[in-house]
């Protein structure tokens, strides 16, 4: 599942930084979660989402990562 990202879309779209910029951060997550499906279709603010998750998160894992274009 993805959230509206800067983008303004609801899908991975890469890493995007200018040419010389500094470098960005970019945070994945992954959620074990109590339940089979997360009803939140309807939803399409990430502070909602992250509302209804936290109710039944399990486990979590992150990886943080930062990239840069030279």
């Known amino acids: ?3 509206r990202n800067d983008f303004g879309n609801n899908r991975y ?5 200018s040419a010389g910029d500094v470098a960005h951060r970019y945070v994945f997550m992954v959620h074990a979660l109590d339940v089979e499906t997360l009803d939140v279709r309807a939803i399409r603010d ?7 998750l936290a109710f039944h998160i399990l486990a979590r894992g992150v990886l943080r990562s930062t990239y840069r274009v030279a």
Do not use: L, Q, Y
């Open 46 to 52: 990430r502070a909602m989402v992250s509302f209804s």
């Open 1 to 3: 599942m993805h959230t």
């Open 13 to 17: 779209d890469g890493s995007a930084p």
